[in-house]
């Protein structure tokens, strides 16, 4: 994670852990590999090395919006769930929705960064962003929420990278606003 830019980007310390990231449509995400949009369009399966009785947040973002050479957009929240008791994300608080990768056409490979940190406590929060909205996505920051719900270091990450394809156009068709 400290050759791709993402510690000091996004994290001050990198993860202990790597997280295990798959898609429906069968690519694993490896360290700055490169993904298609239409590869990583469905929500993927994570998982991570996670105690009993304990709570996590998940949190996926692309520091690279619109560009990596102008970021004047960073971050991008992707997806974002809370109090996932274990590593049984399906059964944690979903804040925002999973939005595949849509990078803009000709702003080259952006990266897409998964972190998952354990709580101190619950978390309570009543904020749901739907996967056709972009409101509370856009210029948001990892450290925020880090400093807002006491979060610390992230205990597992992995990120890939994505530029745009055929598929980011019917992604961004599904946005209201």
């Given at each position: ?118 709580q101190t406590d619950k978390i309570e929060s009543t904020k749901f962003i739907p996967k056709t909205s972009l409101e509370g996505r856009v210029k948001v920051t990892t450290r925020d929420s880090i400093a807002k719900h006491n979060l610390g270091d992230p ?23």
């Amino acid at each position: 994670m400290d050759s791709s830019g993402i510690v000091p980007d996004i994290i001050d310390n990198k993860p202990k852990g790597l997280l295990q990231v798959t898609y429906s449509s069968g690519v694993k995400v490896e360290l700055g590999k490169e993904l298609t949009p239409t590869q990583v369009k469905d929500q993927p399966t994570v998982s991570w090395e996670a105690e009993d009785d304990v709570l996590y947040t998940l949190i996926m973002v692309d520091p690279d919006a619109p560009s990596r050479a102008e970021p004047t957009s960073r971050e991008i929240l992707h997806w974002l769930v809370i109090n996932i008791p274990g590593n049984k994300v399906a059964e944690g608080q979903t804040v925002a929705e999973y939005i595949g990768s849509g990078p803009p056409e000709g702003t080259g490979l952006h990266r897409y960064v998964f972190l998952v940190f354990k709580q101190t406590d619950k978390i309570e929060s009543t904020k749901f962003i739907p996967k056709t909205s972009l409101e509370g996505r856009v210029k948001v920051t990892t450290r925020d929420s880090i400093a807002k719900h006491n979060l610390g270091d992230p205990i597992a990450g992995s990120l890939y990278q994505a530029q745009y394809d055929d598929y980011v156009p019917v992604l961004k068709a599904q946005f209201a606003n």
